[in-house]
Every structure is written in C-alpha cells, then in structure tokens.
C-alpha cells in the first residue's frame, strides 16, 4: 500500500495563498505522473492539475494563472501552490498518481469571503 500525506490546508481569506505538499515513497515517486484532485461538498472529486515525471503540466481551467503545480524528485514531493484564492476553491485537496487509484487522507482548504 503506497502511503500518500498531504499538508498545508487551512483557513484564508479571498485573495490569499497557500501551498500544499504531498510526500510519497521514492520507490514510486519519479517514475510517475502525479496530480491534485479536489472535492468540495455535495460535489464530485475534480482534477485540478498534473504534472509528468519530465516537468510538463496540465491544469484546470478553473485554477489556470493562480495555481501552479510542482515536483521535487530529491524530496519526493508534488506541490500545489495556489494563489488569489477564491470561496469556490473551498475543498478538500488530494494528491495521487497515475491511475489514481492511491489516495491520502486529503487537507481541507476554505476561503472565506
């Protein structure tokens, strides 16, 4: 079982930052595409952003300009750093990889207005 821990939620307000982290085994780290889904209440888990095991990422159009994912293969962590955020953004964040089959326990991120 891959153990994914995901940090960095919290309580901010619109237009503030914050950066999320997600630190895997090695073993499964730099070989794989890795991503931040997100779902708030009453609403379906979404993909929020990829990145490959070469650097290339994908966002949704959603976050595109405020958000920015990246990777860290020494440390093997993905980040989310999420900036000018929004109520709407308001979710529980989790990371996985490719298949997304692997889940942490997710961080809960709320703006308030």
């Known amino acids: 079982q891959v153990q994914l821990v995901e940090s960095g939620g919290g309580l901010v307000q619109a237009g503030g930052s914050l950066r999320l982290s997600c630190a895997a085994s090695?073993?499964?780290?730099?070989?794989?595409?890795w991503g931040w889904y997100r779902q708030a209440p009453g609403k379906p888990r979404e993909l929020v952003a990829t990145?490959?095991?070469?650097?290339?990422?994908n966002y949704a159009d959603s976050v595109k300009g405020r958000f920015a994912i990246f990777r860290d293969n020494d440390k093997n962590t993905v980040y989310l750093r999420m900036n000018n955020l929004k109520p709407e953004d308001t979710a529980v964040y989790y990371c996985?990889?490719?298949?997304?089959?692997?889940w942490g326990q997710g961080t809960q991120v709320t703006v308030s207005s």
């Open positions: 090695r073993s499964i780290f730099r070989a794989n595409t």
């Open positions: 996985s990889f490719y298949p997304w089959k692997n």
């Open positions: 990145i490959t095991p070469g650097g290339s990422t």
